[in-house]
DNA sequence: CCCCAACCGTA
DNA sequence: GTACGGTTGGGGG
């Protein structure tokens, strides 16, 4: 560069928030893409490119460049803690255009520069000086008060949506100082927008006039006494160390390390391909054509880039999908979606996206040579900034455990794609970051940390940097892990994608969603097994103690892995239409989830350690019993001992054999055996009761309490059923016994902290509810509205009783029935369950179908539908497969029915409660009940909440309403959803 | 040491 | 008749 030269810097941050905010109209792609941001910056970049000369800049650049915020985490934050904590997270349309805004530059062949710990003022700041002092002109396209402090003879700022420059005159215009006051006037007036306090009082009419008067700040604090006005006075020596402190936060650092010089940021020419490429992917019709003109390219010959996209993980918003294809679930608060042609080309396109990366990469040779291990600070910076560039980056983390919440990392891989030969490049650079590894555990032979590897507080500083920033998207496989445990190392992920949440949302009931099946599926590669790196039975170690070299091969191809599993599988979410049963009731859960797992429950010990006692010795006495009755000692646990003894040695009649031709002893088989008179049988029963309770839960809870918490912490997983519930373990907190005195004792164990109770919330009758939805039946439609009882209502239709001084039996049978409805009723297992004849039970049916005969049409409707696509739908399009609906053996065939009727039943009642799930935390805080009221456990249809005692009666009807309301504005139902809650200090009593 | 069957707790 | 997970016993390697 020299003198004479004109560089040109775009506050390239400042762009985005200004042009979202400017731009009125929300402009869209075709697949409701926001884009209005980007669309204004790639204008406004032509248009200084080409043309700056006719627009009020002037002058034609020879130097350019973007400059952006790396993070929030500047040296300010360490200046000033509070600074920019008023921040609320970026509005949901934004976040995609972050990512967008780089990929536009590069389009543009500019360079994108950003620098960590600094924001993007003082880099422009130093290239501005910089220049200056070589004599060259420079104008910041920028029309933020923050930069005109950098305003001389020489340097100009310009107003790109007003097309203004900014000059010497134009800032004295605005504020009534010269530029070179501006930093002690904003001292003085702070920024509410970015918390710097400045001096209460004080705007920026006041400060102009006093700066006028004394010339300057510090002039200003030294002689504060002479100012006449009292409160003004007072308030500006009161606030001297604030105004001090606020000059040093506005003031600009021209000293930034550079990583490009300036003569780095000479003009190069356009790549016209490349940019078409990216403009046409915008569908940036107009400037497309003139961008063809102006390089004399044919615009139609080239193919659209493909561009990465993040939608964000903000968990509300309304409810947008480009893919979406549920006419039904358009709902009256719902933007009306793309027409639908436009919908199913998009679909259409990234149908053709995916084939395109499966073709790409199934099969493709993965060498594990040549993966990296980082061991200094400056090559992981290295790769996370390759990370931001990109916007994309596969993550895993390495532990010493399973259990996240016992989980201490060891480890982190990253994957990034290289694109520097273009988007569609297929080349996955990935690498190891080795933290804790150790030569030992601490024992006489000493162990302790390997060398060569960062230390931790420095990676997790420099990781943070990466995982927080909402810029760029995360991807991992079974994400909540990783979540958790970096989240217990002070790190909350922001933006992320699940590959295992993304494959059960394509095929659940299909196939596994575990890396090494999807691996094998897609890729058609076999990745290291666990045990070959860390044994496996008595001779495992924990990963802290796998030679790093090896480590760095297994950890580094989970993230090569698991990234090119999203490039493969996301896409078909769009093409498929799952994108928001993906972004609604998937990947919004993973937080809420991970904090409900963090978060744990309280279990009195003692009550427990009381309850094993009594329970061993009733079990002891009635073992004393058995074995006298069966007149020898025998292992009552073994079925196949027990059946020995009552159908061979004693005679008893009446016995079933089971599949595999033992002695069948359910508990049904021996309640048979006793209503006969048997006197053993009915003791087994007991025995087995109180075993069970004693083995599955007073005896194994306390070995979950957690060291540190004191608290029980179980395990949700998202992806392990079929019909989109979800699943508890290590412990299951979704069997803990309730249906007799016996078993809810157990419940009395889990308690509230002091000073706080256990909330209780469950849907009435919630699959009743959706089948009267669903099927649209009228008589149960009206019964939910009325808020009658269903079951009474169910025998009064089929049996002519009034429901006034209608027989018990009479409702049980009748609720037998509804229930076998919601399971795919058969003449057989109704029969079971009520214990009638098979051809009673049928005419139970028969009888049912008569006075419900939408229902009749509902179940064959589905029957139909699953053996044509081989999967069903739940109301909100989540899809569980069948793939054996068309079985030629009967019996399986018939199974898969009943699970093809019952699914949407379920799975919608699952999503209504997901939904609730993630939209509670929000509706708790905008009460201003998120610090009192804490989610902690799900029961299918119940939500269990520690809230404080003051706060339960603000509480209840908050969650109440949330819950009721779940399925809006998605889906308006067609009964009401009803919810029960209760407050106590244990869960028996809560329920 | 691993896996399966049987049984049983929940919604 | 649907959907799960945990415990135990017992067989195979």
Redesign the pocket.
Known sequence: MKKGDHLFLVDGSGFIFRAFHALPALTRKSDGLPVGAVSGFCNMLWKLLTNARDTNVGVTPTHFAVIFDYSSKTFRKDLYDAYKANRSAPPEELVPQFGLIRQATRAFNLPCIETEGFEADDIIATYARAAEAIGADVTIISSDKDLMQLVTPNVHMYDSMKDKQIGIPDVIEKWGVPPEKMIDLQALVGDSVDNVPGIPGIGPKTAAQLLEEFGDLDTLLARADEIKQVKRRENIVANADMARLSRKLVELRTDVPLDLPLDALVLEKQDGPKLLGFLKAMEFGTLTRRVAEACDCDASAIEPAEVLVEWGTAAHGPDLDPGAEHPASEAPLAPAAAPAAKASAERAKAAELAARRLEAFAGKEIDRSRYLTIRDLDTLKTWIAAAKDTGLVGFDTETTAVDPMLADLVGVSLAIQDNSKGPDSTEIMAAYVPLAHQSGHGDLLGGGLVEGQIPMADALAALKDLLEDPSVLKVAQNLKYDYLVMKRHGVTMQSFDDTMLISYVLEA?AGNHGMDALSERWLGHTPIPY?DVAG?????VTFDLVDIEKATAYAAEDADVTLRLWLVLKPRLAAEGLTRVYERLERPLVPVLAHMEERGITIDRQILSRLSGELAQKAAGFEDEIYQLAGERF?????????DILFGKMNLPGGS??????????????EDLAAQGAELPRK??DW??L???????T??LP?YVHPQTKRIH??Y?LA????G?L??????L???????AE??KIRTAFISTPGHKLLSA??SQ?ELRVLAHVADIPQLRQAFADGVDIHAMTASEMFGVPVEGMPGEVRRRAK???????????A???????SIERSEAGDYIKKYFERFPGIRDYMESTKAFAREHGYVETIFGRR?H?PEIKSSNPSVR???E??A???PI?GS?ADVIRRAMVQIEPALAAAGLQERVRMLLQ????LIFEVEEDAIDAAMPVIVKTMEHATMPAIAMRVPLKVDARAASNWDEA?
């Not at 496996?536 to 495992?540: D, V």
């Not at 075993?691 to 839960?697: A, F, Q, V």
């Open positions: 009931g045990k496996s039975g008595k001779s495992q292992n009552i646990g073994s079925p196949k001992q027990l059946g054999k089971t599949k595999t031709g033992q002695w069948s002893t359910s508990a049904q088989v021996l087994i029963v087995r009761q075993t069970k309770l004693k083995s599955t839960y005896d194994a070995s179980t395990c997983s392990s059923t079929t019909t519930r699943s508890s373990s290590e412990p299951n979704q069997n803990i016994p309730v249906r007799n078993g809810r469950d849907y919630i037998a029935i509804n229930f076998g409805i919601i399971y795919g009723i058969s057989f297992g109704l029969a079971n369950q009520l569980a069948y018939a199974f898969n009943r699970a009727i019952n699914a379920q009642a029961v299918h249809d119940e329920h």
